[in-house]
């Protein structure tokens, strides 16, 4: 059975960064294109960034995702935060192909 965990949310300051992870257990995601998502109050979950099997990061603006297939694992490096960032933030496949974890609050606030 797949299990996701994600953690490293918190209250950060506009301008600050965080680092999100995912670890996950039942598969190996060496198989998988990952991707995080974010879901802000009211509002529809949207896929954030993405890294193929093929690649170990991706970097769009400003987030960076990163994998570590031998670990299972899955980052999100966010830096210069926005109050519109404001988000439970879920990592999964491109598709959302495993079960939802409980996902990580990310609050950018001052």
């Known amino acids: 059975q797949v299990h996701v965990v994600e953690s490293g949310g918190g209250l950060v300051q506009p301008g600050g960064s965080l680092r999100l992870s995912c670890v996950v257990s039942?598969?190996?995601?060496?198989?998988?294109?990952m991707a995080w998502y974010r879901q802000a109050p009211g509002k529809q979950r949207e896929m954030v960034e993405v890294?193929?099997?093929g690649d170990i990061t991706d970097y769009a603006d400003r987030f960076t995702i990163s994998r570590d297939n031998a670990k299972n694992a899955v980052h999100l490096q966010m830096n210069s935060l926005k109050p519109e960032d404001t988000a439970t933030y879920y990592c999964?496949?491109?598709?959302?192909?495993?079960?939802w974890g409980q996902g990580t609050q990310v609050t950018v606030s001052s």
């Open positions: 999964n496949t491109k598709g959302g192909g495993f079960p």
């Open positions: 039942g598969t190996s995601i060496r198989f998988f294109t």
């Open positions: 890294v193929s099997t």
